[in-house]
């Protein structure tokens, strides 16, 4: 008895997976996801059924993150699908599609009836693929042996997104996500194909060499970006203890010259002379006295 109550249930279920009903009016789709290259067709089914004596009106609407827009809407095309876009029966055909179409769609089919305005929807996503363009990469054009370097590539036109690969001398290296580390003739390095960095924990002589990154995601040709040059030196040991020389040198030679003018007596003949400078005292002369006294009488 209870399996007999559950079919008519499991049935119904069933049905709503293909068609999306309302009193009456039912829509359906040949392809809830619809994938096409930029620039060319793509048709976004709708079809639907509706009982006897019943008028449909049916609505196409751009659901995007933003917002909801109307592309069908009292039996015309509007915005960005008028003018290159046509109406078979209920269904949308994009004659040339871009990578802004790329949203959900939703058919709407609505008919007035006994019991009011009924509604029935069916939901398609569109997405646009979109080849790699070129990417940009980073490359420093030097480095010191043992320090930690990053080159970078990244490219964001591309949908799907790109997968990267990094050359170097016109050699492909080998992917590494972080787990351990790719070795060939002795260099260390980490790369990863989805974020397209190419690491290097401990860059050595051996690294220098001309590099470039390509980008790819199966749509056309992967691109790449220009040849840079890396170049990898040692650190200059003796140069720095030379250096060091100098400078030691250089400061002796001061301290000697110090020594030198305070043994010959040039600093104590300068502070003598402002001594002197110091001790004078003005006295008034014959002719100022003279004046003031004048002055006072």
Same mark, same amino acid.
């Given at each position: ?103 959900? /769609? ?60 990094? /050359? ?20 260390? /390095? ?108």
């Amino acid at each position: 008895m209870a399996s007999r109550s559950l079919l008519p249930l499991l049935l119904g279920t069933l049905g709503a997976l293909c068609y999306h009903k309302a009193y009456g009016i039912s829509v359906k789709t040949d392809n809830q996801h619809v994938t096409a290259k930029e620039f060319q067709e793509a048709m976004l089914s709708c079809k639907y059924s509706a009982g006897k004596g019943i008028i449909p009106r049916v609505e196409w609407k751009k659901l995007s993150s933003r917002d909801v827009s109307f592309v069908y809407y009292k039996g015309d095309l509007v915005g960005d699908l008028k003018g290159r876009a046509e109406m078979i029966d209920s269904s949308i055909r994009i004659r040339n599609v871009t990578r802004k179409d790329s949203a959900r /769609y939703r058919c709407e089919v609505s008919a007035p009836t006994e019991r009011g305005q009924n509604l029935a929807e069916t939901i398609i996503t569109l997405t646009v693929l979109v080849a790699s363009a070129a990417p940009s990469c980073e490359v420093p054009s030097s480095a010191m042996s043992g320090t930690v370097v990053q080159l970078s590539c990244k490219e964001n036109e591309g949908s799907p997104a790109s997968e990267y690969k990094w /050359y170097r001398n016109g050699v492909a290296l080998l992917e590494n996500t972080g787990t351990g580390s790719a070795k060939i003739g002795n260099i260390s /390095y980490t790369m990863n194909k989805k974020t397209g960095t190419l690491l290097f924990n401990t860059v050595s002589k051996k690294d220098t060499g001309e590099y470039y990154c390509e980008a790819s995601n199966g749509i056309g040709l992967p691109q790449k970006c220009s040849v840079k040059r890396m170049q990898v030196d040692d650190l200059n040991i003796s140069g720095i203890i030379a250096a060091v020389v100098v400078v030691a040198l250089v400061m002796a030679l001061c301290g000697l010259g110090v020594f030198y003018a305070q043994k010959k007596g040039y600093f104590s003949k300068e502070s003598s002379s402002q001594k002197k400078s110091s001790d004078y005292k003005y006295t008034p002369s014959e002719k100022d006295f003279k004046h003031t006294k004048s002055f006072v009488i």
